[in-house]
Each structure stands twice: as C-alpha cells, then as structure tokens.
C-alpha cells in the first residue's frame, strides 16, 4: 500500500510542477462560472442547481485532459519501464495514478466552494442538495477519471488519449438526452447507462444505493480494464 | 543466482529471443553481446519482469518469474536502455521517490542518495530537472536509480551510451568496483567494453546464443593465428611466393586485390610467432618496394564478426 501513496504524491505533484494544473484549473473555473452565473440573477433562486447541472457536461472535457497525461506520457518517454520494474503490481500503479487524478478533480473543485459561500448571503441556501451535489461530483470524477486513464494506458498519444476519453463520457453524459432515437426495448438500459440521469438524482440532495452503485461500477470497470491492457502491453 | 531456460519472445510473428539457455553465477559480470536488435534488450527486459516471455522459465535465486515477480523486482536494480526518466523531476526528488518506491528505512534514505550522488558524481545537478541534463548526467542519475536499494542483481542495458570516453572508464571502474560483490548483466555492442568489464561473454545474434564462454577463453581462441599484410610494388606474385613462401612458420600465402602495380599479400602465420623481422629481411634484398606492412591479431571483433555475420 506505501507504494500507492508514493505513485500518488510523485502524479499529484507532478500536476502542480507543470503548467497544465493551472490551465485546467482555470478553464474549469471560467467555463463553469460564466455558464453559471449567466442564468443565476435571471432565476432569481439562490440555489446552485444549475451549477451542478453543469458538471457532467464539464467534467467530459475537463477530466479527460487531466487524465490523459497519466500512461501515454510514460509510455511516450519510456519511464513506463522503470515504472515497472520497480516492486510494484499493476494493481498499485493504476490505483496512485488513479487516486493522484480523484485528487486534483477535489483540488480543482475546492475554489467552487465560493459558490455556496456567496449565495447564502443572497438567499437561503438549502445545504442538502449542495451537499449531495458535492459528493456526487466526486463520485462523478471518480468514474470519468477511471475512463480516462483507461483511454491514456490504451496509447503513447496524449491526444489521442484525450480524445478517446472524452468520446465515452461525453456518450454516458449524452445517452439519457438521446433516448428518443435509439429503439424502445434498450430505453430503460440505456437510461440506467446515463452518467447525468444518475448525477442528478444525487445532486437533489438524494442519495440512492443504485446511483452509487451506478458510479463505484463505472469506477471499477474503467480501472479493471486499465489493469487488463496493462498487463497485455508486456 | 539466475538460471535461464527455453527462453524465447515473439513480437506478433517476430521472433526476437529463439530458445535461449544461459546461467549466471554470483558475483559473475556477465556480457551480453549482439549486433542492433539481436535481441539483447529483449532478453534483458524478460529478465527483469517488464515483458512476458512467450515461453521458457527464468529462475533468479529460489523465485520464477511468473509467480514471484515483486519479489524478483526486489532483488533486481535495472538500467533501462538511454535511461528514460521522468524528464519534469528534479534529480534530487527523484532519487528520493526510487527511494521510497525501494522501501529504504528513513533514515537510510539521505545517507543512501548522498553515496549514490558522490558514487556516480551527481552533485552538482541534483537541484536540476532532469530534462534539463546531458546524455551522459541522465545515464549517471539512472545508474543511481538502478543501484538505489543496493540490489544483489544489476541489469545494465548498454551502461555507457552516449558518454563521452573520460565517463566511460569511469562508469567501466563503478561496474568493476560493484562486480566484485553482485551479479551484474550487461548488455552492450562495444567489445571493448565487454572485454574490459566482463567475465563472461555470450554473444546473441537473431534471437540465439551463438557463443557462451569466459572472456579469457574467447580471447585465447581469438588470438590463435595471425595475420600480415604486405603492400609491394615493383614485384609479382610468383616470386613472392617463392621467397616468401620458403620462411619457416608460414602456413598461408594469398594474393588480394591488384591494384595498377601494387601487389597486395597475406601472409597466416603459426600462432605465437613473430615472422615480421625475417620477412622484412627477405623483401629488402630484393628490389621490391615495401608500401606497406601491417599485422593483424585476430581479435574478438572478427570473432564477433564471424559469428554474427548477416547469412
């Protein structure tokens, strides 16, 4: 377990140490902020609903690029291979670069808690859903970051990387708004798949077994099938 | 120490590593020798775990490969080949990462990374990124890597790439002066290096052994005959022959390549014998002229050439 916690540090701060932390943090905090705050005094309600409705959508994009350095850099470098034959299981190493990511998504979420700050001083704030909205953010980055890594172990190509990993979390975010297209008998299915059909139910302040479920078990098949291509890599 | 056997690697239909059986002793530095991509880094990079053979059994002391990997990680401290590091990492922390990720007790781990950085002259550029260093500072900072938790095995994949000759002996000297406790596997295509460093040679071309002995030995066969070119003008080849032929000791006589009047010869001679003063003596009571006049030791690079020639 040591070994988790020093991949985890050395991936953490190595987000810090390099600019892309700062960049990523930044576009995160000014999409969502604009986006926002635009519709915030015209609904005149002083509750972040639509800030939360915002984060699947978000995270799609952001949680990618935050991912996406994770394998493909050492791949491309070539330090995979002094990665590896350090003592260390597969299991560890995808489990740090896993948790180094979860942690920058909370770092990354820490100054939006400005939000619930300032709109209590405009209304009564109703903390439940906020609350809720927080822990499912987290158990959404956790799922989005899984995928992410599985599409960063999948190629030495950042951007490729980047790519692949937004494609299906911007599909599990979408697939509930496209029900209309897609054949009646899968519709239940195919909602169920939904990463936002279950964020929304949490960030109502309800906190449902099955959307936990839902979320630990995109977690574990995203990094259950990192730890399969990496043990088909060698 | 390490027993290998049956080892082979395909890549798709590739076949990289054929078949290969060698053992390793303790306290052996042993060679691994081969043209580019006879399989070398291959072989290397099974021993260490990185990649799964396709078949055959690697032992390293009492644990197999298959079902004993962290602990034969343990054992082992491996140079990748032109030691790719994270290229953002001061020198410093990441010596003290491999540290951690080694498992060196607390208070071992300053006293270790200030050895290493004496050992392997780092100091003036632990406070820089590694990305930052020369060719040859990487190499330093990945052999500090590699003798961090002061293994028993080390596994150097070409040790002194990109370093310029000063470094090189110097490293040689580090390999030496660790050889005499561990095991060391080296994998290099200079044969000097392989000749100055270690004890034991196999020479690997397209997958296979194709030579496995003690430098000594290989060197010994190498040096058994040897060879003099002569350069004449002004003479023709029948009368060299004769007169030449006609000195004791020599067993061969060829005619190279004419060039316009110069006539190219080469003499074998028998083994451990010195034949340059009497040839010399005959040449100079003729008219002949003596362009040029040049002995030849068979060297392991023509051993090496022979056994590893394309064909």
């Known amino acids: ?234 | 120490m390490i027993h290998v056997e049956g080892l082979t690697k395909y890549y798709r239909d590739l076949c990289a590593v054929d078949h290969i059986n060698f053992e390793v002793q303790k306290g052996e530095i042993l060679g691994l020798l081969g043209p580019n991509g006879a399989g070398k880094t291959t072989t290397l990079r099974m021993l260490t775990g990185f990649l799964r053979p396709t078949s055959g059994i690697i032992h390293i002391k009492d644990y197999t490969i298959d079902e004993n990997a962290v602990e034969i990680k343990k054992l082992l401290g491996y140079l990748p080949e032109a030691s790719p590091l994270y290229h953002d990492m001061l020198a410093f922390d990441y010596l003290e990462y491999v540290a951690n990720m080694r498992e060196l007790e607390p208070g071992r781990k300053l006293p270790r990374i200030r050895k290493l950085a004496d050992l392997c002259g780092l100091n003036d550029v632990m406070h820089k990124p590694i990305g930052e260093l020369s060719k040859g500072f990487k190499q330093r900072v990945g052999l500090a890597h590699a003798m961090m938790s002061d293994p028993e095995i080390l596994v150097l994949d070409e040790p002194t790439l990109g370093l310029d000759p000063n470094q090189i002996v110097e490293i040689r000297d580090i390999i030496k002066q660790i050889g005499k406790e561990k095991t060391i596997i080296l994998s290099t295509h200079i044969l000097s290096e392989a000749e100055a460093t270690c004890d034991r040679i196999v020479i690997i071309h397209r997958g296979k052994i194709v030579a496995d002995s003690s430098t000594e030995t290989l060197k010994q066969s190498a040096s058994g005959e040897c060879l003099i070119n002569i350069s004449l003008k002004n003479a023709d080849f029948e009368s060299v022959e004769k007169k030449l032929g006609s000195i004791q000791g020599i067993l061969g006589l060829v005619r190279l390549d004419d060039e316009e009047e110069i006539l190219r010869v080469r003499l074998t001679c028998r083994p451990s014998t010195d034949l340059r003063g009497e040839i010399y003596g005959k040449i100079k009571r003729t008219s002949w002229i003596l362009l040029e006049f040049r002995q030849e030791t068979k060297t392991l690079e023509n051993i090496f050439q022979e056994l590893t020639r394309e064909n």
């Open chain 1, 1 to 234: 377990m040591k070994q988790v916690k020093y991949i985890y540090g050395k991936e953490f701060r190595a987000y810090f140490v390099s600019p892309i932390a700062y960049i990523v943090i930044s576009i995160f905090l000014l999409v969502i902020g604009w986006f926002f705050f635009m519709t915030f005094f015209l609904n005149n309600q002083a509750d972040l609903r639509n800030f939360f409705a915002l984060l699947p959508i978000t995270f799609s994009f952001v949680v990618p690029a935050i991912t996406m350095r994770l394998f493909s850099e050492e791949l491309n470098v070539g330090s995979y291979e002094i990665l590896l034959t350090m003592p260390v299981t597969f299991w560890q190493v995808v489990l740090g670069k896993f948790l180094a990511s979860l942690g920058f998504i909370a770092a990354m979420l820490i100054p939006t808690l400005a939000y619930p700050a300032t709109v209590t001083f405009l209304g009564r704030l109703d903390w439940g859903p906020v609350v809720g909205g927080y822990i499912g953010a987290i158990l959404l980055g956790a799922a989005f970051s899984a995928i992410g890594l599985f599409a960063s172990s999948l190629t030495r190509n950042q951007i490729v990387a980047f790519i692949t990993g937004m494609a299906i979390c911007f599909s599990l975010t979408l697939v509930d708004k496209m029900l209309f297209f897609l054949p009646q008998l899968l519709l239940g299915f195919l909602q169920y798949l939904g990463a936002d059909f279950h964020f929304r139910n949490i960030s109502r302040g309800i906190i449902d077994s099955r959307d936990i479920v839902y979320f630990l078990s995109v977690t574990f098949v995203g990094l259950y099938g990192t730890h399969l291509v990496l043990q088909e890599k060698r």
